[in-house]
């Protein structure tokens, strides 16, 4: 059988084109869409993704400020340029980029980003919202899935979704999101043992683990959806996701790509979450954009 590829490039220009409408209509009413963006480590990868994110904010009218804090900072610095980012009124959205310097303990910092300008929903304070159905920001990769599924009207509810990892970055937020709506969620992880039971009989299977190949074509049906959070980088410098792309396809009814998938609509909804922010804190009545971007 042919399996979809479920393409996340187009997507991610139309949330890219509805976060420049909004930033030009805020910046039309005096609010200037910032992001800060929280950077503490030598790895010349997530240096390369934090260039991405600036350059494409700058695109969307979106000011884009790298606090490039060194490798060796330590966790009182990283918390006070954390708490005065939360108290300046010019910027309206905080991402703390990882990884960390050895030592710094994330868990106490993600604490200290103000919830109104989570925009990557790191705050337990963001998912602790998203538990109970009040608003917040979710991360961002986990929101990129739901509005993957949306964009290629994938349906969900009443629908059996499998979701391979339970991270707070991704697999539970995520599941809180398919809960919203009307998914029955089942959520796998390392102590799960076989995943065949679940993965098989699932209608969407969404694979955020972190383990190169860790879905094959023995793991899906002809009805089911993949989609591939993971990001792997091979030896040879190459990206692959978490799904053994070449034993899935044929399988599978559909499936998202990496790279091109959920990544590329990951950076675009970071952009999407900081004009909306500016908004909620400027108090501009702008574009709806709660209900979904696709």
């Avoid at 034993?247 to 590329?264: D, E, F, I």
């Amino acid at each position: 059988m042919n399996t979809e590829i479920l393409s996340g490039k187009g997507l991610a220009g139309l949330i890219r084109q509805r976060a420049g409408e909004e930033a030009r209509l805020l910046d039309a009413a005096g609010v200037r869409p910032s992001l800060a963006v929280v950077v503490a480590t030598a790895d010349e990868s997530t240096l390369w993704y934090v260039r991405s994110i600036e350059r494409a904010a700058e695109r969307a009218g979106i000011d884009c400020r790298i606090l490039d804090l060194g490798q060796d900072a330590t966790e009182q610095v990283l918390a006070r340029v954390l708490t005065d980012l939360g108290s300046e009124p010019s910027v309206h959205g905080i991402i703390l980029q990882t990884p960390l310097p050895e030592g710094v303990r994330g868990e106490n910092l993600v604490g200290l980003i103000a919830p109104e300008k989570d925009i990557d929903g790191a705050n337990p304070l963001s998912l602790g919202r998203l538990a109970v159905g009040q608003p917040a920001f979710a991360p961002a990769t986990a929101r990129s899935v739901v509005e993957i599924l949306d964009h290629f009207e994938v349906p969900t509810a009443g629908r059996d979704v499998v979701v391979v990892g339970r991270s707070a970055v991704v697999g539970k937020p995520l599941s809180l999101l398919l809960l919203a709506k009307d998914a029955t969620v089942t959520i796998c992880h390392s102590r799960t043992g076989s995943l065949e039971p679940f993965t098989r009989s699932a209608d969407v299977v969404v694979v955020a683990a972190g383990r190169t190949g860790l879905l094959t074509g023995s793991h899906v049906s002809e009805k089911t959806v993949v989609v591939d959070v993971g990001t792997n980088v091979l030896p040879d410098g190459s990206l692959v996701g978490d799904v053994d792309e070449a034993s899935v396809t044929g399988v599978a009814a559909a499936l998202t790509p990496v790279p091109g998938g959920v990544g590329s609509v990951t950076t675009a909804l970071l952009l999407l979450h900081t004009v909306e922010a500016a908004r909620q804190q400027s108090g501009v009545l702008g574009l709806s954009l709660a209900a979904g971007v696709a």
